[in-house]
């Protein structure tokens, strides 16, 4: 093969890596939906709406989801000082997942005046696919602790999913018939979800920037074997 084709070849292979960083991407859509929450409360049963969006990235094995909530929810009759409530809730799993995972946070940071809606800090969990494929996130039932007290609420007007992402399953982490996933325990952080009417921002990143890698890899390749293939021809022209 002469010096031109081969740099040519070489050339098309690292062109054909940088495409696969577009080509090969995973896909989320996200969408704030509105939530009609009825919540049983131990002075009796509340109401309230609140939009919430849920987000997610890879993380390692498995996806980090975070949940929202844009409006604060339910009320107490006293002051919940600071650290004394807990949140937690469930998020419905649908297409190639399964079941329903569940999301973590921290205590409230401030303390919440009486009868003031309760603001959700951000709930986040790992979710680990079973499947490849798509796999909806619908917000669930939203558990309050605080004080003693127990306070859930759940949604009665049936919203739709808040994230359809497209998942890979690990090697080896179920049956390929098999759909579902799971969430982490207590001790799951603040997701860093959007503010405002914004929609969160979702992707797998991680995905991306080591196909990039690979890409950069394949070029770097590229450019050593072409400098190779020019000394060797100077060597060549040299001894003639």
């Known amino acids: 093969m002469s010096y031109r084709k081969r740099t040519a070849a070489l050339a098309s292979v690292a062109a054909l890596a940088g495409s696969a960083v577009l080509v090969d991407a995973p896909t989320a859509r996200a969408e704030v939906v509105e939530v009609n929450y009825a919540c049983k409360t131990p002075i009796g049963d509340k109401s309230a709406v609140s939009p919430i969006d849920i987000k997610g990235v890879r993380s390692g094995s498995g996806y980090k989801i975070t949940m929202s909530w844009q409006k604060g929810v339910s009320s ?143 070029l770097l390749a590229g450019a050593a074997g072409t400098l190779w293939l020019t000394r060797r021809s100077r060597a060549a022209r040299a001894q003639s």
């Open 76 to 218: 107490s009759p006293v002051e919940l000082g600071k650290g004394a409530m807990n949140p937690s809730a469930t998020i419905e799993l649908g297409g190639a997942g399964s079941g329903t995972m569940t999301v973590t946070g921290p205590a409230n940071q401030e303390a919440i005046p009486a009868d003031t809606p309760i603001k959700i800090s951000d709930l986040s969990g790992t979710y680990t696919p079973k499947k490849t494929g798509e796999v909806t996130f619908t917000p669930g039932v939203l558990t309050i602790e605080a004080l003693g007290t127990t306070t859930t609420c759940t949604p009665r007007n049936e919203p739709g999913p808040a994230l359809t992402l497209d998942v890979t399953a690990a090697a080896g982490t179920g049956d390929a018939g098999q759909g579902g996933g799971s969430g982490d325990g207590p001790g799951g952080g603040p997701g860093g979800g959007s503010a405002g009417g914004e929609l969160p921002q979702t992707g797998p990143e991680d995905s991306a920037i080591a196909l990039g890698t690979l890409g950069g890899t394949v």
